[in-house]
Protein backbone atom coordinates (compact mmCIF):
# COMPACT_ATOMS: atom_id res chain seq x y z
CA UNK A 1 0.00 0.00 0.00
CA UNK A 2 2.76 2.48 0.85
CA UNK A 3 4.54 1.51 -2.48
CA UNK A 4 1.36 2.52 -4.25
CA UNK A 5 0.74 5.88 -2.45
CA UNK A 6 4.83 7.16 -3.03
CA UNK A 7 4.07 6.20 -6.33
CA UNK A 8 0.95 8.06 -6.66
CA UNK A 9 2.52 10.80 -4.77
CA UNK A 10 5.59 11.40 -6.95
CA UNK A 11 3.15 11.34 -10.06
CA UNK A 12 1.30 13.72 -9.17
CA UNK A 13 3.46 16.83 -10.41
CA UNK A 14 3.62 15.58 -13.79
CA UNK A 15 0.07 14.71 -14.02
CA UNK A 16 -0.22 18.46 -12.80
CA UNK A 17 1.61 19.91 -15.06
CA UNK A 18 0.02 17.98 -17.94
CA UNK A 19 -2.85 18.97 -17.27
CA UNK A 20 -1.99 22.68 -16.89
CA UNK A 21 -0.61 22.09 -20.17
CA UNK A 22 -3.60 20.45 -21.95
CA UNK A 23 -5.90 23.12 -20.40
CA UNK A 24 -3.39 25.87 -21.78
CA UNK A 25 -3.70 24.41 -24.96
CA UNK A 26 -7.57 24.39 -24.86
CA UNK A 27 -7.87 28.02 -24.05
CA UNK A 28 -5.67 29.15 -26.79
CA UNK A 29 -7.82 27.35 -29.35
CA UNK A 30 -11.13 28.59 -27.71
CA UNK A 31 -9.35 32.20 -27.89
CA UNK A 32 -8.52 31.65 -31.29
CA UNK A 33 -12.42 31.01 -32.40
CA UNK A 34 -13.48 33.91 -29.88
CA UNK A 35 -15.53 32.30 -27.21
CA UNK A 36 -15.53 33.32 -24.22
CA UNK A 37 -14.58 32.41 -20.48
CA UNK A 38 -18.61 31.19 -19.71
CA UNK A 39 -18.08 29.11 -23.23
CA UNK A 40 -15.03 27.72 -21.90
CA UNK A 41 -16.43 26.82 -18.06
CA UNK A 42 -18.93 24.98 -20.33
CA UNK A 43 -16.39 22.94 -22.53
CA UNK A 44 -14.88 21.92 -19.40
CA UNK A 45 -18.15 21.04 -17.52
CA UNK A 46 -19.35 18.89 -20.57
CA UNK A 47 -15.94 16.82 -19.88
CA UNK A 48 -16.56 16.03 -16.60
CA UNK A 49 -14.59 18.90 -15.25
CA UNK A 50 -15.28 19.69 -11.43
CA UNK A 51 -14.93 23.33 -10.03
CA UNK A 52 -11.45 22.28 -8.59
CA UNK A 53 -10.73 22.11 -12.14
CA UNK A 54 -11.84 25.10 -13.84
CA UNK A 55 -10.24 27.10 -10.80
CA UNK A 56 -6.62 25.30 -11.42
CA UNK A 57 -7.59 26.49 -15.77
CA UNK A 58 -8.76 29.90 -14.93
CA UNK A 59 -5.31 30.69 -12.60
CA UNK A 60 -3.37 28.68 -15.26
CA UNK A 61 -4.94 30.69 -18.31
CA UNK A 62 -5.90 34.00 -16.14
CA UNK A 63 -6.09 35.79 -19.59
CA UNK A 64 -9.32 34.20 -20.64
Given at each position: ????R?????E?????????S???????????L?????????M??Y??A???????????????
Amino acid sequence: MDEKRTKTTNECPEILSSLVSALTQMTDCYKQLGFGEKRYREMLSYLGADEEIIKIARRANSGL
